[in-house]
């Protein structure tokens, strides 16, 4: 493509790029890592915990690492109650090692699939040495047994464990989206079932894609045209729409009805639902889309599949910026673009070149990629085997929708400055207000967890949680309802996070200000407390923070500290928000840093101390919020120079007591010398004995 077209093709992008840089949001708290901050299972000499199955049913947390399959309390994850050992052989890693592969890194099992079945079983599958099998598995009796039923993997688990993939389990039949070959080269999104159907291997319908997510809609309930369910898939791939001189990287949902069965001649056993749409989520100041790492599904309870919701985050294709950001698509959007929407067509120009531009002409009835819906059986037909030649072969050359997916909004959620988000999940709580909110709980690549809400289009970073340590990425992120925690898989570990840790506020003033709905300041217990857990009216103010509504707090008693004439000091005080200005008062005046006052995060450095330094300090942490700005006294301080008058009794005190002190040390070094000579330890002149007994008359006589 010449380098103008490539311009344009980006330009409408370009135009959705606003400068507004209060997209980009600070933690108010930052945790660094503690034990107590999480619960942690690991096992030496296993890694790479990177796939989990809740089952709730049975109070266990099931979770796939390098060669092994943990049960582990869901309560507690640190509790183990059950494991199974899946190693490959020596010969199956000789002939992995022999096809150029790392007998360590790569020529293991690495469980990459884990799914609850119909009949109470679980479907598991690994790589096996670059040779992907399946099995079934049991949990019973405290005991996890694989039953050695060993099946092919190929087209359902990666060959390679550290390509991405997905899948998803539906009515015992296995929907992945993987890689059909050992070179990683055959991408293919793959029902498993009595009649097996895959995409085409066509550039056109999947090029050189990462696969990222994938989700059933129940788009076939309360449904007036009898339409049928959809699994829809996110991935990311090279956009074949821009045959740029170097590879742009889109973000991608493609989605297939659930009754697919193949066509007849056209498309056998392969998709004719298959569809794909790209989405965008425009960041500040990006000259490339943002490319999509996790997606989660979120719907209410009470809600139809239309008013639910994709939470998606993004991360750059360029390495010179360390920004991420969240966008947020209604289901009934990305639904509409592909039941409505106009389709991309690939032309030729100048021969050689495969331009796609947007389908101007005809389209077959049936609609191509349509499901089989009441019209469709009105005409006679009942499956896919059924449909037309003309709509499948409109389908098999054109499956790209023309229209972009746009975030709610038009603009994302948030964009964060820092460590690159990795994982997504969303839960909704109701706040004190009665009102329900969406918590955003997003994991990044060096191991923290970024707890957000959006309060009616202001965003808001309550804190971020260092999880892991060393730092290592986040590579699977769970909820469960029941127990009401996270639960973060890595190459490390497992860790078992709360949703809320309400107790690091310590004030009032620290719990309104943290803005978390989870959270609230209980008046009479003195302490920031769970709503859920609490029979009493709390304090919060989550969309305002205003801390008026806090009592007035308790003063703090001054801590006495002493500097030298010339000399240095140092006083301590923390803020317990990174949003928060901390300003030190001295006799009622702020100071101002120069040469002789440093201001740092942790506290206020004294110079070359003098008489002027002398007198009361107080450390204030002010913050804004929506509701005003509020100052609450971290610290206090009374500082004496060492010889003036007002610290004349404390050192003289302090003088008497040195002397006293110095005084006991010496008599017990005669004591320590007297025994030694006496036992004849040191050899003198004099007969220690004959001295000894002068020397204790004398003391005595005296």
């Known amino acids: 493509m010449h380098p103008l077209l490539s311009f344009f093709w980006l330009l409408p992008l370009a135009w959705t790029l606003k400068d507004d840089s209060s997209l980009e949001y600070t933690p108010r708290r930052s945790i660094a890592f503690h034990k107590d901050n999480a619960n942690l299972f690991h096992e030496g000499g296993v890694a790479n915990y990177t796939t989990m199955l809740l089952r709730e049913d049975l109070d266990v947390l099931l979770v796939g690492a390098r060669e092994a399959i943990y049960a582990l309390d869901l309560k507690d994850i640190s509790k183990s109650r059950a494991s199974v050992k899946w190693e490959v052989t020596q010969q199956q890693i000789s002939e992995c090692r022999n096809k150029g592969k790392h007998p360590e890194m790569d020529c293991k099992n690495f469980i990459k699939i884990l799914h609850k079945r119909d009949d109470n079983k679980m479907y598991v599958c690994g790589t096996n ?19 050695r039923k060993v099946e092919d993997g190929k087209g359902k688990c990666p060959f390679d464990p550290f390509q991405r993939h997905t899948s998803l389990m539906l009515e ?40 990222v997510s994938m989700t059933q809609i129940p788009e076939s309930q309360m449904s007036a045209v009898g339409d049928d369910d959809k699994v829809y898939l996110f991935f990311s791939e090279v956009a074949v729409e821009c045959d740029c001189h170097n590879k742009l990287l889109v973000s991608r949902v493609a989605r297939v009805c659930k009754g697919d069965i193949g066509g007849e001649r056209t498309l056998q056993k392969k998709w004719t639902s298959f569809l794909k749409a790209r989405m965008d989520c425009p960041v500040l100041e990006s000259q490339l889309p ?50 409505e929407g106009k389709y991309k067509t690939p032309v030729t120009v100048e021969t050689s070149f495969v331009k796609w531009v947007m389908y101007s002409g005809d389209v077959p009835v049936p609609r191509p990629g349509a499901c089989i819906d009441n019209e469709a059986r009105n005409n006679g ?72 809400v959006n309060y009616g289009g202001e965003m808001f970073l309550i804190e971020e949680v260092q999880v892991f340590q060393p730092r290592v990425s986040i590579k699977i992120l769970k909820f469960s309802n029941v127990t009401g925690q996270l639960y973060a898989g890595s190459d490390s570990g497992v860790t078992q996070v709360p949703l809320a840790t309400c107790g690091r506020s310590t004030s009032c003033m620290d719990c309104v200000l943290s803005r978390d709905p989870y959270c609230g ?57 990174q949003l928060a200005e901390t300003v030190w008062v001295k006799d009622g005046h702020t100071l101002t840093p120069n040469g002789h006052f440093q201001i740092h995060e942790y506290g206020l450095l004294i110079f070359t101390g003098s008489k002027s330094d002398a007198g009361p300090y107080r450390c204030l942490s002010v913050e804004k919020s929506k509701a005003g700005q509020f100052s609450t006294t971290m610290a206090e301080y009374h500082v004496g120079l060492l010889g003036s008058g007002d610290w004349i009794q404390v050192n003289n005190t302090a003088v008497a007591g040195l002397q006293a002190a110095v005084g006991v040390l010496i008599v017990g070094l005669l ?21 000894s007994s002068i020397t204790i008359w004398n003391y005595n006589y005296h």
């Open 129 to 147: 040495a670059f040779d992907p099998e399946c099995d079934y598995m049991s949990y019973a009796d405290g005991q996890l047994t694989l039953e």
């Open 172 to 211: 015992n039949n296995l929907y992945s989206a993987t890689s059909m070959n050992f070179l990683g080269s055959e991408p293919v999104l793959m029902r498993s079932s009595p009649v097996t159907i895959r995409t085409e291997f066509k550039s056109s319908w999947l090029n050189e894609p990462t696969f």
């Open 290 to 339: 943002y490319v999509i790492q996790d997606v989660y599904h979120w719907c209410g309870s009470h809600r139809g599949w239309r008013d639910c919701l994709f939470y998606a985050v993004f991360r750059p294709q360029s390495e010179t910026s360390d920004l991420s950001a969240v966008c947020a698509y209604r289901v009934s959007d990305v639904s509409n673009v592909f039941a």
């Open 381 to 452: 037909i009942n499956d896919t085997l059924h449909l037309p030649d003309p709509t499948l072969q409109f389908i098999k050359l054109r499956p790209l929708m023309d229209q972009t997916i746009q975030p709610v909004g038009g603009k994302p959620l948030l964009v964060h400055k820092g460590a690159a988000f990795t994982r997504i999940v969303v839960n909704q709580v109701q706040a004190a207000d009665g009102e329900k909110y969406h918590v955003m709980f997003m994991g990044t690549e060096e191991g923290t967890l970024v707890k957000g």
């Open 521 to 577: 300041w209980d008046k009479v217990d003195g302490k920031c407390s769970l709503l859920s857990s609490s029979t009493r009216e709390l304090i919060q103010s989550v969309k305002e923070g205003d801390a008026k509504l806090c009592p007035p707090a308790d003063p703090l008693i001054p801590l006495k500290r002493t500097i030298w004439p010339g000399g240095n000091l140092k006083l301590y005080c923390h803020s317990p928000s």
């Open 671 to 691: 004591g320590l010398l007297t025994w030694n000579c006496y036992k004849r330890h040191i050899p003198l002149p004099w007969n220690c004995r004959t001295a």
